[in-house]
């Protein structure tokens, strides 16, 4: 499966920008599909998730830093997540990445480790 993520750009503080992720490839299944961030010089740490369930209606998650200020949202028929960030700080510049989860897990997937591909990256410049 590839994904390829988009949206990313400079922006001044205060202001939003919404990230998209296509999925594409031959006969993939998604269980989930996350948002992970890395600063430069940080670790790469985990922004928010979705589970794909038709029938759960898509269950989030998201870090507490983002708590307020991000929504992320997905349409099933273009395998395509999303994330609208608002109230952007200078602390969220990074490198966002997406990433997704092929398998079924009764936990909340937000580690690294829980999610078996990944996009390129876009990244997202906030100015003070």
């Known amino acids: 499966v590839q994904l390829q993520a988009s949206g990313g750009g400079l922006v001044q503080a205060g202001d939003s920008l919404r990230l998209s992720c296509a999925a594409s490839?031959?006969?993939?299944?998604?269980?989930?599909m996350g948002w992970f961030r890395q600063a430069p010089g940080k670790e790469r740490e985990f922004v928010a998730v979705i589970n794909w369930s038709t029938w759960s209606g898509g269950i989030t998650s998201y870090a507490d830093s983002m708590k307020g200020r991000a929504t992320i949202s997905r349409d099933n028929a273009k395998n395509t997540v999303y994330l609208q960030m608002n109230s952007l700080k200078p602390e969220d510049t990074a490198v966002y990445y997406c990433?997704?989860?092929?398998?079924?897990?009764?936990?909340?997937?937000?580690?690294?480790?829980?999610?078996?591909?990944w996009g390129q990256g876009t990244l997202v410049t906030v100015s003070s």
């Open positions: 990433a997704l989860r092929d398998s079924y897990t009764a936990i909340v997937p937000r580690r690294e480790g829980d999610f078996g591909s």
């Open positions: 490839g031959r006969s993939f299944t998604t269980y989930a």
